[in-house]
Nanobody
Framework: QAQLVESGGGLVQAGGSLRLSCAASGRTISSDAMGWFRQVLGKEREFVASISWSGGTTYYAASVKGRFTISRDNAKNTVYLQMNNLKPEDTAVYYC???????????????????WGQGTQVTVSS
């Protein structure tokens, strides 16, 4: 069973950047598709980005496309989310997860994922 630990969150001003990391332990994730989601208290967890096992295919939510980049380093068993030009509406707890099902083309459903991390808080001030 994989354990995922997110890090890199923090407080940043609008227009700033953060790089989130998702480090896996317990087993390799090099053959797994992965995803990033975010959640605001009281709201549903929403899809941010997904990446194939090789890193060759990525998908993004419309709200972050062009600003966020998902990537992975399979040698380090780690997935990243580079977030640029951050906006106050990006404020949320960010989670990574291992994709276990392929019921949607882009991996946008939380039901497709397992082994969620504990999340890292991102706060963007205006």
């Amino acid at each position: 069973q994989a354990q995922l630990v997110e890090s890199g969150g923090g407080l940043v001003q609008a227009g700033g950047s953060l790089r989130l990391s998702c480090a896996a332990s317990g087993r390799t994730i090099s053959s797994d598709a992965m995803g990033w989601f975010r959640q605001v208290l009281g709201k549903e967890r929403e899809f941010v980005a997904s990446i194939s096992w090789s890193g060759g295919t990525t998908y993004y939510a419309a709200s972050v496309k062009g600003r966020f980049t998902i990537s992975r380093d399979n040698a380090k068993n780690t997935v990243y989310l580079q977030m640029n030009n951050l906006k106050p509406e990006d404020t949320a707890v960010y989670y990574c997860a291992v994709r276990r099902l392929f019921t949607t083309a882009q991996g946008t459903s939380v039901r497709e994922y397992d082994y969620w991390g504990q999340g890292t808080q991102v706060t963007v001030s205006s």
